[in-house]
């Protein structure tokens, strides 16, 4: 299952998790060393709870480039243009 590191708060890790973005709080132990905001796991749940996570490298890259792509078209002003 995918699930984005929201944030942290102390010892805690915000998930969203799943294509409905449910709230889930991990302890930081079980997440991979250089994990941040932002960033896409892969997790795997037991019992409704996060058992392991590693990174999902290609999904954060993806997600990454939409964001990029949304900043560039919200700078060029496209989307103040009306359709003609």
Same mark, same amino acid.
């Given at each position: @299952?995918?699930?984005?590191?929201? $944030?942290?708060?102390?010892? @805690? &890790?915000?998930?969203?998790?799943?294509?409905?973005?449910?709230? @889930?709080?991990? !302890?930081?132990?079980?997440?991979?060393?250089?994990?941040?905001?932002?960033?896409?796991?892969?997790?795997?749940?037991?019992?409704?709870?996060?058992? !392991?996570?590693?990174?999902? !490298?290609?999904?954060?890259?993806?997600?990454?480039?939409?964001? &990029?792509?949304?900043? &560039?078209?919200? $700078? !060029?002003?496209?989307?103040?243009?009306?359709?003609?």
């Amino acid at each position: @299952m995918k699930a984005v590191i929201d $944030r942290f708060e102390g010892d @805690m &890790a915000v998930l969203l998790v799943g294509d409905n973005e449910e709230r @889930m709080e991990v !302890s930081r132990e079980i997440l991979p060393k250089k994990s941040k905001e932002g960033l896409w796991l892969k997790i795997n749940l037991q019992d409704g709870k996060v058992i !392991s996570a590693e990174i999902d !490298s290609e999904e954060t890259e993806h997600a990454k480039q939409r964001i &990029a792509e949304k900043l &560039a078209r919200l $700078r !060029s002003g496209d989307h103040l243009k009306k359709n003609e």
